[in-house]
């Protein structure tokens, strides 16, 4: 019995279709952090690397070698994904309005993985 790998991109329509039927802060958190994992992941299959120890301070410097510009915007993606999975109480009003983050996850990812291709 021979089984496909998972797709990276069904994180990217969970993410979609979270915010599609919720705009709560906890589906537009969740809805990033599908985000930053399906870009993680396509990125680092994509530059073959495999392993887990560092592997996404690996994935970023591959990234960069690779599209210096791509290896920004998974940076800030990450940093998004950081901000919306550990901080519950954001302080910084321009950080949280999480449908503006939302879209610039949105944005980020789709630079990167049409980057990739």
């Known amino acids: ?7 990276p991109e069904e994180f990217r329509r969970i993410a979609t279709s979270l915010v599609l039927g919720d705009s ?5 958190r969740t809805a990033i952090n599908r985000l930053y ?10 530059l ?18 690779y599209d210096r510009l791509a290896g ?3 940076q800030r993606l990450f940093e998004l994904r950081l901000l919306a999975d550990y901080v519950l109480d954001v302080a ?18 789709n630079f990167v993985l049409e980057r990739l291709r």
């Open 92 to 109: 910084d009003p321009l950080r949280n309005d999480w449908q503006r983050n939302y879209q610039m996850a949105r944005r980020l990812a």
């Open 24 to 28: 709560s802060e906890a589906s537009f």
């Open 48 to 65: 073959g690397i495999s392993g887990s120890r560092t592997i996404h301070g690996r994935v970023y410097g591959e990234l960069r070698r």
């Open 37 to 46: 994992y399906a870009v993680f992941l396509a990125t680092r299959e994509a």
């Open 1 to 7: 019995m021979t089984t496909e790998s998972f797709n």
């Open 72 to 74: 920004e915007r998974l």
